[in-house]
């Protein structure tokens, strides 16, 4: 069968460019195609979909790890076709062409990812739906309410680990085990969170030597658990599953739960780590968040338009010959879903610049019959726990210059290594209560000056006297700018709130501290649920 690339492992190759040249970069592989792996693709994702639509228009050839062809999808049109026609492209990868006549080995560094399984992401019809209703169904089931107060109560937690240090790397300390602690208390399997959970759940999907054996790690937790929740069942997810209708063996329940609980903590813990870069690097994202001009869960809607968790979805079949984009796709060639160039893609969004929040037409958790079920789960732990954790330290600044931020990629994300930011200390709160405004600790001095700040000017963007709406969540109640001694603010109210100390700890552009009545309705909203 011809094949559409200029390059395959094998095939006769086209001439070979001079050793000065740029095509002997690590972007460039065999036949002149660019890499999307490795260093330039790392450092810059963005720069290389903009190449490759410059040079290929909606749909690129490109290269996988041992410069496998593959195509990459760039246009936001043509990924929902793919993604909603699975009778032209398939989710089941025994119809790749490459691991037919034995180009991709077993032992590739994307096997977890590419590797046929006996769940819904690689079933396409009956099957499909049989899985896909199980664990839809049991997602129904999830409380979601409950789930809130989960997040609510780690989120307290972690914060508690580092408050009195003064400093957190919010990558390591907070968005990276936030998701694992939740979905692990979702799935019913607590005592499993520990590091190493964590560390093989980040290691899976990044195409490294040791990413095998980290998935086998979390596939034996997970089976462990269906054998237990075979014999002892619970009120949780693992044992929904067991339980339901479509009668789903134990190696379908567990590489299920392994698919959720990866899929989940990967998308979450990347979205977490991408608002909070957002907030402590752009002012006027900082600005409009503190200002009551945007929510948290709005913020975290434009971060999936900007920044998704997932850059790519890995991958679909061509069922048959057939056309896409302007190219010529042969059976068993395989595809990759792009979300991130897609997000972008000028026809559908000309404006990069433009406000997003509340439009939901993104393709961050794909789309079609195999569209993220879980999406929802993942937005309220990130919406909570964004909160939350600007609900506890509103001072929150950037340790670093924003130039030092670095990033590790792979086909699949792109992964803020670590952001160090600075806070005023403060004392830890008992997990079981709601999240608050915790009083830095201060020098005795600092603590002695009391004054009295009275607010002259109603808040910009709202009425003399109103209050900032419910949903506008921890940055809707941020410190004093200026105030430069721990101060009693008083509102038009009457109401008083803690000032937050420090000059120079507190951005300038946060607005002035929020009417007390805002926190005794949070108070009494987590009272009430």
């Not at 000065?20 to 065999?30: D, K, N, S």
């Not at 190449?51 to 790890?65: D, F, I, Q, T, Y």
């Not at 839809?136 to 989960?150: A, E, K, P």
């Not at 670093?400 to 806070?423: K, Q």
Request: proline share 9%; charged share 25%.
């Amino acid at each position: 069968m011809t094949t559409p690339f200029h390059y395959e492992p094998g095939a006769a190759q086209g001439p070979v460019p001079p050793p000065e040249c740029p095509a002997h970069g690590l972007g460039t592989g065999p036949g002149g195609l660019r890499r999307l792996y490795g260093p330039e693709a790392e450092r810059d994702p963005h720069g290389l979909y903009d190449k490759l639509r410059a040079e290929h228009g909606s749909v690129a050839p490109v290269l996988l790890h041992g410069d496998v062809p593959v195509w990459l999808v760039l246009g936001h049109s043509e990924n929902l076709h793919m993604t909603r026609t699975p009778s032209q492209f398939s989710r089941d990868s025994r119809r790749w062409r490459a691991l037919q006549d034995g180009t991709v080995a077993p032992d590739h560094p994307l096997a977890p990812i590419f590797t046929w399984q006996p769940v819904c992401v690689f079933a396409d019809g009956a099957t499909h739906e049989r899985q896909r209703g199980a664990v839809t169904d049991s997602m129904g089931r999830i409380d979601t309410r409950g789930v809130r107060r989960h997040v609510n109560r780690y989120s307290n937690r972690l914060v508690n680990d580092f408050c009195q240090e003064g400093r957190v790397d919010l990558v390591g300390q907070f968005a990276e085990r936030l998701p694992m602690m939740v979905m692990c208390a979702i799935l019913g399997m607590p005592e499993e969170y520990n590091d190493r959970m964590v560390r093989a759940a980040r290691d899976m999907t990044r195409g490294t030597a040791t990413a095998i054996a980290s998935n086998a790690y979390v596939l034996d937790a997970l089976t462990r658990l269906v054998q237990r929740r075979r014999r002892e069942p619970a009120d949780d997810f693992a044992t929904w599953l067991v339980d339901h209708p479509a009668g789903m063996n134990d190696r379908e329940v567990s590489e299920h739960l392994r698919l959720i609980l990866i899929a989940s903590y990967e998308a979450t813990a990347n979205l977490i780590a991408n608002v909070l870069r957002m907030v402590l690097t752009d002012p006027r994202f900082r600005a409009r968040l503190s200002g009551g001009h945007m929510t948290v869960p709005e913020a975290v809607e434009q971060i999936l338009w900007d920044e998704p968790p997932f850059t790519a979805v890995f991958g679909r079949w061509a069922v048959g010959d057939t056309e896409l984009g302007g190219q010529q796709i042969k059976a068993g060639d395989a595809l990759i879903v792009g979300i991130a160039p897609a997000n972008t893609d000028p026809v559908v969004r000309p404006d990069l610049n433009a406000d997003m929040e509340g439009n939901r037409a993104h393709l961050a958790f794909s789309g079609g019959p195999h569209e993220c079920p879980g999406q929802d789960i993942g937005r309220a732990i990130a919406d909570v726990g964004v909160d939350a954790l600007l609900m506890r330290l509103p001072d929150l600044e950037l340790a670093v210059d924003e130039s030092e931020l670095s990033w590790i990629g792979n086909i699949l994300g792109r992964h803020l290594v670590d952001l160090p930011a600075d806070f005023a200390a403060r004392e830890p709160q008992d997990d079981k209560e709601p999240p608050s405004m915790g009083k830095p600790n201060l020098p005795r001095q600092d603590r002695e000056v009391q004054p009295t700040v009275r607010r002259t000017a109603p808040t910009p963007g709202r009425p003399p006297g109103a209050a900032p709406p419910a949903s506008t969540g921890a940055m809707g109640v941020p410190g004093v700018p200026g105030v430069t001694s721990t101060a009693t603010v008083t509102d038009e109210s009457g109401g008083t709130s803690a000032g937050q100390s420090a000059a120079g700890r507190i951005p300038q552009q946060r607005s002035e501290t929020a009417p007390a009545r805002l926190w005794r309705a949070v108070s009494r909203w987590w009272s009430d649920n």
